[in-house]
């Protein structure tokens, strides 16, 4: 979304919940805008519009947004238009106005319940402060941004957060709170799968190893960066590296391959429109010529990057490119011009409260107040500059750095070795869940082979105790039938006998009575 401001600078971002019509695309949105009405409907129309237009329309959809908005005195809406009108601000680098708009839109937020977008617009503003140099008020709305995301529990808010807290730091030289802030952030797109708040940690963390002169550790982090941002295609992000691996090589006189990173930067700044990269590009350029010896072609650099600055209100690089400009007149010797250059820097660099700035412009105007026999202020000069730069530069620093560095790398390991124990507890718990399971299926098997083998059994013996109980039937038949024969056999003879005596008697009865016959005859 055009809202997301993590796409216009490193460490900070818009965001609004989306609205309906969002899968549109223009042109049918358009025609859907001939014919809405005027109601909350068309609002949402306009609104999606703008966000899904070319950054120098955003204005043309979003303010009727707003006008539509407030006359129906739909809050959302007007919300929403407020928001796109800020960031198509910031886009053209006008803090000024883009605070103006973010303000207003945090006067209506907080009328309603979304404490999301509450905190989104409280982290805006305090964005936009920073980039004004007011340290204190950017703050202040970080910290009420920070305590609605922790209530939230919107991790992605705090790793972009994080982010921006630690650059406070890191340019008011508290280098140890802002190393605590970035690997917070980092830690936090780590665990998110969050690549490019991911690739913004690595970047930052590889400014302040650059800043403590640590350039292959500066580098590693940067290359770091760059690989995701390439991935993922955040261009902002990465010409920002870019132009950090640039001065690296600056640093280290490779002239040409400081030319060759800076000129890929300031290719994407304008590709993008980003007034705040192109003038930072027109000052590396100005530096490169510089360390050249050629001041002419310098000065027309630092004075079109210091117009480009003053222009959107970039305090803290207004700061850098007086000092620079400072610095060019000095080695002309036209010392007038000099101390005028440096001493608004100064000026400027006290206001935003930034160490390295009022470093440097201190350093310079010590040398300008010497050349011009001023040893008094001179040495004044010095003694802040020594000041700044021990806090910035001590050896508390420096060892905060390492001890930073092999935290993040202790608990990276310790990350490592926790997730290869849950692993192998993992697949001890799931082997030995296989070995109860095997053993429960064992029992069970032999549960119901056991089982089995009593069934078996007691139908074996209830067939056994059958078969004895048949056999006994059967031994009782066979001996009822031999008594009932032997009954049988006793009546049969019985009755056999009785037949023979019976015959015997009719045999004599013949016998008399033939002989009665043969007597009566």
């Excluded at 989104?120 to 920070?146: P, Q, R, V």
Aim: charge should be positive; include cysteine; proline fraction near 1%.
């Amino acid at each position: 979304m055009k809202l997301n401001f993590l796409k216009i600078i490193l460490t900070s971002s818009f965001l609004i919940l989306n609205t309906f019509y969002f899968s549109q695309n223009i042109d049918s949105l358009l025609t859907l805008l001939k014919t809405a009405k005027d109601d909350t409907n068309k609002v949402n129309i306009l609104f999606q519009l703008s966000e899904l237009c070319s950054e120098s329309d955003i204005l043309k959809y979003a303010e009727p947004s707003l006008k539509l908005a407030q006359k129906l005195k739909f809050k959302k809406g007007i919300v929403n238009a407020c928001t796109n009108i800020g960031y198509a601000f910031l886009q053209q680098s006008n803090f000024t106005k883009a605070l103006e708009w973010s303000l207003r839109c945090l006067k209506t937020q907080e009328e309603t319940t979304d404490k999301k977008g509450l905190c989104i617009t409280l982290s805006n503003i305090g964005f936009i402060y920073m980039n004004l140099g007011e340290i204190h008020y950017a703050l202040d709305y970080y910290n009420k941004s920070l305590k609605l995301l922790e209530e939230l529990g919107d991790e992605q808010g705090l790793a972009t957060l994080f982010n921006n807290l630690g650059l406070i730091y890191f340019n008011q030289g508290d280098i140890k709170k802002a190393l605590e802030w970035y690997y917070k952030s980092l830690r936090v797109g780590e665990e998110t799968g969050d690549k490019e708040c991911i690739a913004r940690s690595f970047s930052n963390i590889g400014s302040v190893y650059n800043n403590q002169g640590d350039v292959s550790m500066a580098l590693e982090n940067y290359n770091k960066s760059m690989k995701l941002q390439q991935e993922i295609g955040y261009k902002k992000g990465l010409a920002s590296t870019y132009i950090n691996i640039g001065n690296i090589y600056f640093k280290q006189n490779y002239f040409s391959n400081a030319v060759e990173w800076n000129e890929k930067a300031l290719k994407i700044y304008l590709e993008i429109e980003d007034k705040q990269g192109v003038g930072s590009s027109y000052n590396n350029i100005a530096v490169i010529f510089n360390k050249r010896g050629n001041s002419t072609e310098a000065l027309f650099w630092y004075l079109k990057s210091l117009h480009m600055r003053e222009e959107i209100g970039d305090k803290r690089n207004i700061s850098y490119s007086l000092d620079n400009i400072a610095g060019i007149y000095f080695k002309q010797k036209k010392y007038p011009q000099a101390e005028k250059y440096s001493a608004r820097s100064l000026q400027i660099a006290k206001e935003i409260g930034y160490p390295e700035n009022i470093s440097k412009a201190s350093e310079r105007l010590s040398s300008i107040y010497k050349a011009k026999a001023n040893y008094k202020k001179s040495l004044e000069m010095f003694e802040l500059y020594k000041l700044m730069s021990d806090s910035i530069n001590n050896q508390e620093t420096q060892k905060a750095s390492i001890k930073k560095q092999m935290e993040y790398e202790f608990e990276k390991k310790e990350e490592q070795v926790k997730a290869e124990q849950e692993k192998k507890d993992v697949i001890a718990v799931e082997e030995l869940k296989q070995q109860k399971q095997q053993r429960n299926y064992f029992i069970a098997g032999f549960g119901l082979v056991l089982l089995l083998a009593l069934f078996i059994f007691r139908s074996y013996r209830q067939k056994h105790k059958a078969n004895e109980i048949i056999t006994a039937k059967k031994e009782e038949v066979e001996k009822q039938k031999e008594i009932i024969e032997e009954k049988q056999k006793e009546i049969l003879d019985s009755i056999h006998y009785a037949k023979r005596i019976q015959t015997a008697l009719i045999t004599s009865e013949k016998y008399f009575a033939k002989n009665l016959e043969r007597l009566n005859g």
